[in-house]
């Protein structure tokens, strides 16, 4: 089954994003009957205003949060088992603040989000969600004692905003966040990271050979995107290594220099010596090309390579 492999995809990108900003626990086991909670996410005390730069997934981590992310429609039942994780993590920290004689805070209570690529009106009804002043549409949150939104990903409007949720959908929606995330700065942040996870997705499912049309048609679009990059990667490294190369020549260069002219200043130096002078860097090297016009004797040498590793 492929939704175990964008299961696994779904909670390391999470927590790949999340980790800066807090502790997160992916498959965060519950009591009762066995449960796991997707991601349990517990911000940082102090939490760094760069959060936002995660947009709407950001405005989620501002709180204690559990993270939900479902591949395919999340169903009446799938829904109403978060909650129970929910209610049982709610009782959780409700025993430990008694058991510690301190109340409970309202804002240490988690928040649930429970991500789902489509869900029907019919469904939501069911639920009684409604529409928050302040939020962008496609988040449904139910009654306030429940703490839970369902974050409906296909009607979420296409901005830069949710693109770190549109990565977590299916389809065409799915592909359009990939080609958004390719076209970020090659600066940002997690740009790089979340590609190799994208990366990481499409190797997992070309192994497979039970695919859903959506799954391959998303190999087929990382495809072009997948050899670009690797092909670019190639050339940095070219690139560098010919860098490197001629830096080694200059240094190698310097070193050959030094070693003549020291050689006419005091006479042969032995192995030893040679051996501390190509140890230098280009920076030393240079000094030791203008202290040497001072030397008289094998001495001075010494004195002047002794000096360096003070």
């Not at 395919?72 to 978060?82: F, G, K, L, R, V």
């Not at 869900?119 to 409604?130: D, Q, W």
């Not at 310097?254 to 230098?280: F, P, T, Y």
């Amino acid at each position: 089954m492929t939704r175990f492999i964008h299961d696994k995809f779904a909670k390391d990108y999470l927590e790949e994003l999340l980790k800066d900003y807090g502790e997160v626990k992916a498959s965060e086991k519950v009591s009762g009957e066995i449960k796991e909670i997707d991601v349990l996410f517990t911000p940082a005390k102090q939490q760094s205003s760069n959060i936002q730069i995660l947009g709407m997934l950001g405005r989620f981590a501002e709180n204690p949060a559990i993270i939900e992310p479902y591949r395919n429609p999340a169903s009446t039942d799938e829904i109403c088992d978060c909650i129970l994780k929910l209610l049982e993590i709610k009782a959780l920290l409700r025993r430990e603040a008694k058991t510690n004689k301190i109340k409970l805070q309202d804002s240490e209570i988690p928040k649930l989000w429970v991500l789902t690529p489509t869900i029907s009106e019919t469904r939501l009804s069911s639920f009684g969600t409604i529409q928050k002043t302040g939020w962008l549409s496609g988040v449904h949150f139910l009654p306030d004692a429940l703490r839970t939104a369902i974050v409906a990903i296909h009607q979420l409007p296409q901005t830069p905003e949710t693109l770190w949720l549109r990565l977590l959908d299916r389809g065409s929606v799915q592909s359009q966040a990939i080609i958004e995330l390719q076209a970020l700065p090659l600066d940002h942040p997690y740009q790089k990271a979340t590609l190799e996870l994208v990366y990481n997705l499409r190797e997992n499912l070309r192994v497979n050979q039970e695919l859903e049309a959506d799954d391959r048609e998303l190999i087929m679009r990382l495809e072009p995107l997948y050899q670009r990059d690797r092909e670019q990667a190639k050339e940095e490294g070219r690139q560098e290594g010919r860098q490197e190369g001629r830096q080694e020549g200059r240094q190698e260069g310097r070193q050959d220099l030094i070693l003549r002219l020291l050689n006419r200043r005091i006479g042969e130096i032995d192995a030893s010596l040679i051996v501390q002078i190509k140890g230098l860097s280009i920076e030393q090297l240079e000094n030791l090309g203008e202290a040497l016009l001072d030397f008289s004797s094998v001495a001075d040498l010494e004195t002047w390579l002794n000096q360096q590793s003070i």
